[in-house]
């Protein structure tokens, strides 16, 4: 938890829409740190990006296509 909160930092200073890129590479850097091969923090970083950013990105799309459809 600790390494996502600094990483969420990190993607926050890059002032890029949603850390991209910035958080990224901190998350892979301290999970390489902590002892994790590189693929696999790779691997964690991917998944964890696409639950938290890209999931809600789709939620929001589907969102606004129902609500299209109702006017």
């Not at 938890?1 to 991209?20: D, E, K, Q, R, W």
């Not at 990224?24 to 790779?42: I, K, P, R, S, T």
Request: net charge positive.
């Amino acid at each position: 938890m600790g390494i996502y909160a600094v990483s969420t930092l990190a993607g926050a200073l890059s002032f890029l829409p949603g850390g991209l890129g910035g958080a990224e590479a901190a998350m892979v850097a301290l999970l390489a740190a902590g002892g994790a091969a590189f693929g696999v923090a790779v691997l964690a970083t991917v998944i964890c990006r696409l639950v938290t950013l890209w999931f809600a990105v789709v939620l929001g799309i589907g969102a606004v296509l129902v609500l299209r459809r109702r006017d």
